[in-house]
């Protein structure tokens, strides 16, 4: 019983002890007022001028917004996390009721001023004025600034769509040069030696639909005196939805234009079905062209190429419809040459011709034979042949793009 008793009394001492060392609000206004009195924000941080301000960074990635191949647009949605030491900034907390932080404006005190070098419209640097900066007690500042970043990423795009692609954010710090501030990034403890860059932290990122990280970098780098601060992201192109929706229907429609050998030419429908599919195969190639760059550097696109290919050996497959409706209406009493015979009848010479019609008993087993080299017979031998060879053309594009490719 005396214990139960004894808490609230102990929990009533603590709490009157802990009070003593809390502020109000008049503690905080005292000390931005006495900081502030004669602070001047366009002097940079560090009192002693000799040596550089040391600004800490590290990028944190939110999200890939976008990246328009056609334009070259990429954007990202990140933070960065900054820190540097202002001495002017600094404070006795015993003196202000044990205050070890404040939250103030970023257009009351300096910060570090980077500029983004790449952008895909406008020059801007990196703040936001809807972040304060945390200042603690030593003069360590902390700013978050959050932005969506815009800029130009030259695609690649000779594996689409099985690229992998490199974008970089490129910001240069204009205002003070390396002997002035001295800008690294915040190592992370995975890595292994020193001469490793740091990483992009991804503990916020949200997954895209389209691109995967496979590797990140961070570094910053001597440029003209001045610093310069790079962030790369190396991306690969969740391909799926491209083979899915465009590869396989686009293969699929240009092979079956070999199929038209397996009409009947009777039918009258053998050029127009060619026509048809052929233009099929252009209205593919025109989708490809609005998604890829106006650029034949460093290389246009394999699946270009390959329906290209598909087009050329479409139209040599209509002027094989034709030539073979061509064959077929060609009139019988006109004299089949002898290569033709050689080629699709495998009669050799004509001397073999008079032993089988000599061989060959009445009128019936001469027309027996002529039939068996008619222009007729002609025509079908040519379409089995245009067909077999057509596939077989069609199976090595696709092998060798896939070979490349993958």
Excluded at 21 to 34: A, G, H
Excluded at 214 to 234: A, P
Excluded at 241 to 270: A, C, H, K, W
Excluded at 308 to 330: D, M
Aim: glycine share 4%; aromatic share 12%; charged share 20%.
């Amino acid at each position: 019983m005396r214990f139960l008793n004894f808490v609230p009394k102990a929990l009533s001492f603590l709490c009157i002890f802990s009070s003593t060392y809390s502020y109000n609000v008049t503690d905080e206004d005292n000390l931005i007022k006495d900081l502030f009195s004669n602070y001047n924000k366009e002097l940079r941080a560090g009192s002693d001028r000799t040596y550089p301000v040391n600004v800490s960074i590290a990028f944190y990635l939110y999200a890939i917004k976008e990246f328009v191949e056609s334009s070259s647009k990429f954007t990202v949605n990140g933070v960065f996390w900054t820190v540097w030491r202002d001495d002017r900034l600094s404070w006795d907390p015993t003196k202000y009721n044990n205050i070890t932080r404040i939250i103030v404006s970023q257009d009351k005190i300096w910060t570090p001023m980077l500029v983004n070098i790449n952008p895909f419209k406008e020059v801007a640097g990196l703040r936001n004025y809807l972040v304060n900066i945390i200042v603690e007690s030593d003069g360590s500042c902390k700013w978050t600034p959050m932005q969506s970043f815009d800029v130009i990423c030259d695609a690649d795009v000779t594996n689409y769509p099985f690229d992998k692609q490199y974008c970089m954010l490129k910001f240069h710090a204009y205002s003070l040069e390396e002997e002035c501030m001295n800008v690294t990034f915040r190592r992370s403890r995975v890595l292994l030696s020193n001469n490793e860059s740091s990483k992009v932290i991804l503990s916020n990122y949200e997954e895209s639909g389209l691109w995967k990280i496979k590797d990140t970098e961070c570094y910053s780098q001597s440029s003209n005196r001045f610093s310069e601060v790079i962030i790369g992201l190396h991306l690969k192109r969740r391909s799926v939805y491209y083979i899915v929706g465009l590869i396989l229907p686009m293969t699929f429609v240009s092979i079956l234009q070999s199929f038209v050998f397996l009409l009947p030419n009777d039918s009258g429908e053998r050029v127009g079905f060619s026509v048809t599919v052929l233009l099929a195969s252009v209205v593919f190639l025109t989708i490809i062209q609005g998604k890829l760059p106006e650029s034949s550097e460093p290389n246009i696109s394999l699946l270009g190429l390959l329906l290209l290919g598909f087009i050329s050996e479409g139209t040599l497959v209509t002027l094989c419809v034709i030539l073979s409706s061509n064959i077929h209406l060609s009139e019988e009493s006109k004299p089949v040459p002898n290569w033709v015979k050689v080629v699709f009848c495998f009669k050799p010479t004509k001397e073999r011709d008079t032993n089988i019609l000599k061989v060959a008993a009445g009128e019936s087993s001469r027309k027996k034979a002529s039939e068996l080299c008619s222009w007729i017979h002609i025509a079908r031998k040519f379409d089995k042949l245009c067909f077999i060879i057509s596939l077989l053309l069609y199976a090595t594009q696709i092998f060798i793009y896939f070979a490349i490719v993958l």
